[in-house]
């Protein structure tokens, strides 16, 4: 895992920002994966900044949400759809032909589950994966005891994500108690996961997440496995990790790398 360790919330966004704007230039019909929630929103700001000041091009781009509550249809103000609606799809020239989000009002859970994979499938799979982490330690709705190979599905969300997101509901009743979401095996099948969080009510989800035993008790954890995680988070998310000073020497030498400044890195010294 790398993890990237950055004064605040600002500079988290911009950094993911810049991941999603790198692979964009690489790839311009690239595939990502997206989540909702208040995690990622600067950075979907900054992507919407760099599509009107610099005409950064979503036209070609493809993206899957990673979850839905059930119950709730696409212009139900809590919907997730209609939160990447408002705060990302209507603000860039993203087809929305290519945007897709788990359908909540779907009953046939099973077939709608399996289309969504296909249809991942289909695309070519994603290419990189934004990730939020639930306090519990959760990536998409994969609640502890989740299984760590799980695909899509119907999930029912524990009491502590219903407290949590509560705030946007106005009150715990009214917050759905399924969700249909991406399995972690889904998940671990993206080509890049970008781990993000901010703030200290986090800071033990990513302790257990990045140092912590590989547990279906913190599905975050399962990451270890994959080969490429970025973990960007802020100085408080990141306040219980033990190996923090390593992880600023890992960065500060992949800095000099990517700048050709060997010397600085002692390369060269013993020849
Ligand atoms: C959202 C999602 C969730 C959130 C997580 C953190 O699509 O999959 O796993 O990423 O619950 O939510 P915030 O960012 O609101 O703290």
Do not use: W
């Amino acid at each position: 895992m790398r993890v990237i360790i950055l004064p605040d919330a600002e500079a988290v966004a911009r950094r993911a920002a810049r991941f999603v704007v790198d692979l964009m230039a690489k790839k311009p019909a690239c595939v990502l994966g997206l989540a909702t929630g208040s995690t990622p929103l600067g950075a979907y700001r900054e992507l919407i900044r760099q599509h009107r000041e610099s005409g950064l091009d979503f036209s070609h781009v493809t993206t899957f949400n990673l979850d839905e509550y059930v119950g709730l249809g696409p212009s139900h103000p809590q919907s997730y759809r209609q939160f990447m609606q408002t705060n990302f799809f209507d603000q860039i020239n993203v087809d929305v032909n290519r945007t897709h989000v788990p359908d909540g009002r779907a009953l046939n859970f099973e077939h709608s589950c399996r289309l969504y994979e296909q249809r991942i499938a289909e695309a070519g799979g994603i290419d990189l994966q934004i990730l939020g982490i639930g306090t519990d330690g959760h990536i998409a709705f994969n609640e502890p005891g989740s299984s760590l190979g799980s695909r899509t599905r119907l999930k029912t969300l524990t009491s502590e994500t219903i407290r949590d997101n509560a705030r946007f509901f106005g009150s715990e009743e009214d917050v759905p108690r399924l969700a249909i979401t991406m399995g972690v095996g889904t998940i671990l099948e993206s080509r890049c996961c970008l781990l993000m969080a901010i703030g200290e009510s986090k800071a033990t989800a990513i302790r257990d997440t990045v140092e912590g035993p590989i547990t279906a008790q913190v599905t975050a954890s399962a990451l270890q496995l994959h080969r490429e995680v970025i973990v960007v988070v802020d100085e408080a998310a990141a306040n219980l990790l033990a190996r923090k000073d390593y992880y600023a020497e890992v960065e500060q030498a992949q800095t000099l790398l990517e700048a050709g400044d060997f010397r600085a890195l002692g390369i060269g010294k013993h020849a």
